[in-house]
């Protein structure tokens, strides 16, 4: 059997909003229930400032500079 891969990337998000986490301020139970049935990660790391080289850069697999996609201003 294979694994099923689920990326969900939300925006305006930190990493440690998740009430699963610690963070009582939210009430995220479908998040949650996916932080813990499936693999989190608490430390990880993005190629770039903004959302949009980092989104880039995981569709791709390269680094912002080698997308030119720095910023929406790039998009032309």
Same mark, same amino acid.
């Given at each position: 059997?294979? $694994? %099923? ?13 998740? &009430?699963?986490?610690? +963070?009582? +301020?939210?009430?995220? $139970?479908?998040?949650? /229930? ?7 990660? /608490?430390?990880? +790391? ?6 949009? #080289?980092? /989104? #880039? #850069? ?7 500079? %080698?997308?030119?996609? +720095?910023?929406? &201003?790039?998009?032309?």
């Amino acid at each position: 059997m294979r $694994p %099923n891969i689920i990326l969900i990337m939300t925006d305006q998000q930190r990493f440690d909003t998740l &009430q699963s986490w610690g +963070y009582p +301020y939210m009430v995220t $139970p479908a998040m949650d /229930r996916i932080a813990q049935e499936g693999v989190s990660f /608490r430390q990880a +790391y993005c190629p770039g400032a903004t959302c949009i #080289a980092s /989104r #880039a #850069a995981i569709f791709t697999g390269m680094y912002p500079h %080698n997308t030119g996609v +720095y910023s929406f &201003q790039t998009w032309g």
